[in-house]
């Protein structure tokens, strides 16, 4: 019997990532390495955060650069993977009840998608359909639909969270670049514990004492709640990929559901954006 396709959570952090060689993203590119090649990559990104539940069904999705301030050279990137229709009726179908849209025209890959999407799969050449964030809805709601797309993985498709566990750009501070402040730190580990032990129980941690400081709004948190979701549908927990922070207050932590052996983890410093850089700033 065939393993179901390994699914992952990644940290993105800023869009420069996409651009740079460090230690998360070799761990990306390791990650792409390691896996058996997907039919598809289904993403959810905490970039398409919107009041409703969609796929994109486009042929050919549109690079969104839904940032500012950056290089030039970053909006100039183009990640030209070709969209999968066919996943997104399938995506409707299997997570019915759920009403799922089909989006034609409006989205595309947004940068939480083709930053990590650049280093995983830097040929392009594997199809992309993105899975939008519901903002009205609860946190259990995205564990429940995490859980429904578990067959996808039978499928030969590559379900990817990607967003951040702690992400407050308020709280950030070039003074730490490379390190974690103390509220920071205690959320992630309590996230690493959930993920690692019994991720049915991450929806939890909205009642810890960090949750506000480290999740001031849920859209980068609520991607992680996909592959906890995965995890829960077949008793699993999750591996650590990566981890690390960013200027005090954000968490670079990636996790791997499913084999994935020799794509890390990794806990090296990590490599800092440019002097005058900003943070992750996007569309919200």
Known sequence: MTAPMPAAFIGHGSPMNALEANRYTTSWHALGSALPRPRAVLVISAHWYIHATAVTAMPRPRTIHDFYGFPQELFGLDYPATGDRELAEEVADVVSPTWVGLDEDSWGLDHGTWSVLAHVFPEADVPVVQLSINA????EYHL???A?????RE???LVLGSGN?????????PRHADDGFDWARRFDDAARETMTGSPDALPRLQGDADYGT??????????LLYLAGLGAAVGQGADVLVDGYAYGSLSMTSYTLGDTAGAGPSTDAG????????GDDSNM
């Open 136 to 139: 009205l809805k609860p946190l």
């Open 144 to 146: 429940q639909l995490g």
């Open 148 to 152: 429904a797309l578990a067959p996808l």
């Open 155 to 157: 499928r030969g498709v």
């Open 165 to 173: 566990v702690v992400h407050n750009l308020a709280g950030m501070d």
């Open 214 to 223: 480290a999740v001031p709004t849920p859209d980068h948190f609520i991607p």
């Open 271 to 278: 490599v800092a954006p440019p002097p005058g850089v900003p």
